[in-house]
């Protein structure tokens, strides 16, 4: 951030206000991270929890986009990351009584008025506006003014409200990310802060629309007492008009800061079409969770050259410096790179439980020590998932692996067959395996590889695995004989 970081002291209430009209994105989930990542270095650092809080609010007042499937994604999304909040989940159309009484007064004080255009009308004079290269907007028709005689009230027409822009001066703020930002009054119009009221509402006795969303964000962020309010840049054109009603509600300003977006490989704008886009779809894809926290706080966000962090490190470190002006670049094999990290050090547990959920594998004790032996090579859980299925089920072994590998070296695997038919349960074990592995290339004059791929193949169907004593003391006794048993006779009948 560019400007004076906060003081230690001074609490800090940040929140992330998603509306649901579709999954948790990326970037949704990155501005997320990064608000509460804020709250809570200043509650570590002040060993206070209120010096640091996160808050959860639904922006739900586009009621026809806005869907409860939609607020269970964003839910399971941040559950998923670890980002619960100290408050919330509040939802905003529970508030409408709220805003409209603001609005109420408002219109008392005549920072707001009510506008009878149509949309009709509105949709002529932006037109007129472009024709005469102005930028399309309301023409303030109704805006009133000293000395200003306004037009005949008409009696079929529900109005909608419209905050009274200041038209002179500009509003400035110091971006927590991009620094100063100036914006002309001049370039904003009287935005419309309640909807018209419908047939329905009014033949209930509602005299107001539901508010939108550009005012019910600035009630619900006084009204919670949000003292940094961190979002995506393509929020910056709302930011003036929010703080001219929160100057007009004589209210505390909270600080801004528009994070740049996140681009896909090509460098356009991370959409669909780049893949997964869902925050919770890369945990069905096999990334854990501390491994997306870790490359999300990544994109946009350093402390020096470290690349791989401990939540408990993002939290002492993230205290509003170090945040990139520029746009970060999405980039799948560093997000795998990452995760293939967090797959080395993540609890046996954990993994066991997403092979559960996933992939309806029940892990036992031999597939801890498959898990243990295999992890090392997959960046993601669902390739490991595939990396210990030849320990669940014998995989198939096609002609052409055959002919290719068990045919020629048959005498080899049948001698290696018999001499480790002489350990028993209890003495099958990596070191006595190794034994019997050296002592076969010893009497055959072979080396590693002229033994160790025939058998892999033999027993995995594979000729590249891990060192061949490990893979058989986890395979077992019984089921690397019999599997080699399977595969010499099947050579013997088709003989």
Request: charged letters at 20%.
């Amino acid at each position: 951030m560019t400007n004076t970081k906060t003081a230690s002291n001074v609490p800090v209430r940040t929140r992330f206000a998603p509306s649901p009209t579709g999954y948790l994105h990326l970037g949704g989930a990155r501005t997320a991270l990064y608000s509460w990542a804020y709250a809570k270095h200043y509650a570590k650092v002040n060993n206070d929890s209120t010096k640091g809080t996160f808050v959860l609010r639904i922006e739900d007042t586009d009621v026809e986009r806005s869907t409860p499937e939609a607020v269970q994604a964003i839910l399971e999304g941040m559950n998923w990351l670890g980002l619960i909040a100290d408050e919330g989940p509040f939802y905003q159309m529970q508030h409408i009584t709220r805003y409209q009484s603001v609005i109420a007064q408002m219109l008392l004080e005549g920072t707001a008025y009510p506008c009878y255009s149509t949309a009709a009308e509105v949709e002529v004079m932006r037109e007129l506006a472009r024709m005469n290269g102005d930028k399309p907007r309301y023409d303030g028709t109704w805006r009133p003014e000293l000395g200003k005689t306004l037009p005949s009230i008409p009696s079929a027409i529900a109005p909608v409200i419209r905050f009274k822009t200041p038209q002179e001066g500009a509003v400035i703020w110091d971006d927590l990310v991009k620094g100063i930002i100036k914006i002309a009054n001049s370039e904003l119009d009287d935005f419309i802060i309640a909807r018209a009221v419908t047939p329905e509402a009014a033949a209930k006795g509602d005299t107001m629309g539901v508010p939108t969303y550009n005012f019910c964000v600035v009630v619900d962020d006084w009204d919670m007492n949000i003292t940094h309010v961190i979002r995506g840049d393509d929020h910056i054109n709302n930011t003036p008009r929010q703080i001219n009603v929160l100057k007009a509600l004589k209210a505390t300003l909270p600080q801004y800061g528009h994070l740049p977006m996140i681009l896909g490989a090509d460098g356009e704008k991370l959409s669909k079409r780049h893949g997964a886009v869902s925050v919770i779809q890369y945990d069905t894809l096999g990334y854990l969770p501390q491994a997306m926290l870790n490359y999300l706080a990544r994109l946009g966000w350093s402390h020096g050259d470290v690349e791989l962090f401990t939540t408990d490190e993002l939290i002492t470190w993230f205290d509003g410096s170090n945040l990139s002006k520029s746009a970060a670049q999405w980039d799948n094999k560093k997000l795998n790179w990452v995760n293939a990290h967090y797959i080395k050090q993540a609890s046996i547990e954990q993994i066991a439980a997403w092979l559960l959920r996933h992939q309806g594998i029940v892990v036992t004790h031999q597939l801890k020590s498959a898990i243990m032996l295999m992890r090392d090579r997959a960046e993601t859980l669902l390739q490991l998932a595939d990396l210990i299925a030849p320990f669940i089920n014998a995989p198939i072994m096609t002609d052409a692996l055959r002919e290719q590998y068990i045919i020629p070296n048959q005498l080899i695997l049948t001698h290696f067959l018999q001499a480790l038919t002489q350990l028993s349960e209890n003495t099958w074990n990596k070191n006595n395996i190794a034994t019997i592995v050296k002592s076969t290339l010893e009497q055959y004059s072979l080396k590693m590889p002229q033994l160790a791929i025939p058998v892999r193949v033999a027993l995995f169907a594979t000729p590249q695995t891990p060192s061949l004593d490990a893979m058989l003391t986890v395979l077992g006794r019984n089921e690397t004989l019999n599997r080699l048993n399977i595969n010499l006779n099947t050579v013997l009948n088709s003989i």
